[in-house]
């Protein structure tokens, strides 16, 4: 059961445009989110979070927005940068220990 | 403020040997999880540990499979009698307080294992 889905497996997007990746989530109990990047051969680096109580957080080039009632978040990025070039992990955590993970999405930025 | 240490960085093993994975936490950290990723997936939780106390091992194989983090030193996953199953990326997280859902865990590089 896939609780936490990113749907788009890659992303391809022109340098300093937006970037838009999304994520959905099934449960309803899921209470802080976050988004971590991923270079090759590396850990996962936190990104950015948000708290279910908000429905926005800022952190620079890097907005996260979400949207309870329909189980969705969205990650953007603006401008997009060629070392924006990673795969993005959706994550989300209900209040206990166990942080579920999406399949990750490729986003390319092109030149 | 060194991050997260994890050795070895590339395993390979045969099948029905042992696979151990070492971690060492950020400085001041004292939780410690484990996650696996599959090639072409995400990250799976796997074990969540404090030291000398297993908090959460739901996401661990109940066969073969264990973890530990001792008083003094690394924590450690240990995989017995590997199967080519096994193989993919292991990573290791640390957080300074397991205050899950506030708590940014910090990743280590990962251990890469190859089951032959």
């Known amino acids: 059961d896939q609780q936490v889905k990113q749907n788009s497996p890659s992303l391809s997007v022109q340098e300093g445009r937006i970037s838009i990746l999304n994520c959905d989530y099934t449960?309803?109990?899921?209470?802080?989110f976050l988004w971590y990047k991923k270079y090759p051969a590396e850990g996962p680096t936190f990104l950015i979070s948000i708290s279910s109580i908000k429905d926005k957080n800022e952190d620079g080039r890097f907005t996260v927005f979400l949207n309870k009632s329909a189980k969705h978040l969205s990650l953007h990025i603006v401008p997009s940068q060629p070392g924006d070039s990673a795969v993005y992990f959706c994550a989300a955590s209900a209040g206990g220990f166990k942080t579920i993970f999406g399949a990750g999405t490729r986003l390319f930025v092109k030149a | 403020n060194a991050g997260v240490m994890q050795n070895p960085r590339h395993l390979v093993r045969r099948r029905g040997q042992e696979a151990r994975l070492r971690c060492s936490p950020m400085?001041?950290?004292?939780?410690v999880y484990w996650y696996r990723q599959l090639p072409e997936e995400g990250l799976k939780f796997m074990v969540y540990?404090?030291?000398?106390?297993?908090?959460?091992e739901s996401g661990m194989p109940k066969e073969r499979f264990s973890a530990e983090f001792p008083k003094e030193g690394p924590s450690i996953l240990r995989i017995q009698q590997v199967v080519r199953g096994d193989s993919a990326a292991y990573f290791c997280?640390?957080?300074?307080?397991?205050?899950?859902?506030?708590?940014?865990?910090?990743f280590g590089p990962g251990t890469r294992l190859t089951v032959l």
């Open positions: 997280a640390s957080s300074p307080t397991g205050a899950s859902g506030t708590d940014t865990q910090y």
């Open positions: 400085k001041g950290h004292s939780h």
């Open positions: 540990l404090q030291k000398e106390n297993i908090i959460d």
């Open positions: 449960n309803s109990m899921f209470d802080y």
